[in-house]
Antibody, heavy 122, light 112 residues
Framework: EVQLVESGGVVVQPGGSLRLSCAAS????????MHWVRQAPGKGLEWVSL????????YYADSVKGRFTISRDNSKNSLYLQMNSLRAEDTALYYC???????????????WGKGTTVTVSS | DIVMTQSPDSLAVSLGERATINCKSS????????????LAWYQQKPGQPPKLLIY???TRESGVPDRFSGSGSGTDFTLTISSLQAEDVAVYYC????????FGPGTKVDIK
């Protein structure tokens, strides 16, 4: 069964840092690009970041560019999101999602994790 | 960046009746080289992650009931639930994947 499990969400103070993880199983992880998508409480979905299957290419939403870094460790079947200079508006449920096709960036997301909650508050 | 809009924000439909959700992109998401519309629809029920319903604007994901259908091309798209069931109460999002992804604001569907 294809599965994505996020972890690392906590309560952090404004200006703080946090690293989220997403553990993948049930598919050949290093064949697929991966996304982070977030959802603020009671709000819609916001795309955050995309990384290629080999980690060689990364893309970010303007709202997080320069503060967040996406990475992956294919030997550990894991995706990460390093979040620095956190703001109250970064408070959200963070999902990792798998791209549906191998070795392509611009494709729909076919599998989502259940998310991990990040709260930025003093 | 491609901006996605949806209408209406919410709708209430009687059980067994049709629900129609519209989605518009700020630029065409039709890729001319393969004639595919890079548009997906997701369903999100309370407390759950989004679930893929439709991709390429009109292709139903495996296991999705055939009462769900997608149509449209270029910049204008529609998700139709032909006969609303109680389990279809959810928020529905369109998303373009022609470039770095963007989602519509969502449409909440309830029972009248």
């Amino acid at each position: 069964e294809v599965q994505l499990v996020e972890s690392g969400g906590v309560v952090v103070q404004p200006g703080g840092s946090l690293r989220l993880s997403c553990a993948a199983s049930g598919f050949t992880f290093d064949d697929y690009a991966m996304h982070w998508v977030r959802q603020a409480p009671g709000k819609g979905l916001e795309w955050v970041s995309l990384i290629s299957w080999d980690g060689g290419s990364t893309y970010y939403a303007d709202s997080v560019k320069g503060r967040f870094t996406i990475s992956r460790d294919n030997s550990k079947n894991s995706l990460y999101l390093q979040m620095n200079s956190l703001r109250a508006e970064d408070t959200a449920l963070y999902y990792c999602a798998k791209v549906a096709a191998t070795r392509l960036y611009y494709y729909y997301m076919d599998v989502w994790g259940k998310g991990t909650t990040v709260t930025v508050s003093s | 960046d491609i901006v996605m809009t949806q209408s209406p924000d919410s709708l209430a439909v009687s059980l067994g009746e049709r629900a129609t959700i519209n989605c518009k992109s700020s630029q065409s998401v039709l890729y001319s080289s393969n004639n595919k519309n890079y548009l997906a629809w997701y369903q999100q029920k309370p407390g759950q992650p989004p679930k893929l319903l439709i991709y390429w604007a009109s292709t139903r994901e495996s296991g999705v009931p055939d009462r769900f259908s997608g149509s449209g091309s270029g910049t204008d798209f529609t998700l139709t639930i032909s006969s609303l069931q109680a389990e279809d109460v959810a928020v529905y999002y369109c998303q373009q994947y022609y470039s770095t992804p963007s989602f519509g604001p969502g449409t909440k569907v309830d029972i009248k």
